[in-house]
């Protein structure tokens, strides 16, 4: 009679689909993380934002003009640097400053597959009039 031997770990087969699963999620995970992490600076920025308006309404005129340079200054100084004037629209009414910004990141994953992120973050900043 013939004993089957007791298995002792993985086959080589075994190993090579495991390696191969870990690279096909690694891979695009490599070059999708810091997309989202530019979107989650943007929106803490833009939080952010609207505290240091606040305290700058205090000692100057704060303007649509001002609030752009502020907000394209900050996001430059956290890294990105995809953020452009145009993908920032601001509207003033009557009692706030509605700040928007809009950008769409791209990124090459596999020779024509792309990863596309929309994003789409808005703040209203009241304006603090003085009597």
Excluded: C
Aim: a neutral charge; hydrophobic letters at 40%.
């Amino acid at each position: 009679m013939n004993i089957l031997k007791k298995q002792n770990g993985m086959s080589w087969v075994g190993w090579l689909i495991t390696i191969a699963l870990i690279i096909a999620v690694a891979i695009p995970s490599i070059k999708i993380i810091p997309i989202y992490i530019k979107d989650m600076k943007i929106h803490s920025e833009m939080n952010k934002l609207g505290d240091d308006i606040l305290k700058k309404q205090d000692s100057l005129r704060v303007t649509p003009q001002t609030i752009q340079e502020h907000l394209l200054e900050r996001l430059t100084l956290k890294g990105v640097t995809e953020i452009t004037a145009d993908d920032i629209m601001i509207t003033e009414s009557e009692y706030n400053f509605n700040v928007r910004v809009q950008h769409e990141f791209k990124e090459r994953i596999i020779s024509d597959k792309y990863f596309t992120l929309n994003s789409d973050r808005t703040v209203n900043i009241p304006i603090i009039t003085k009597n």
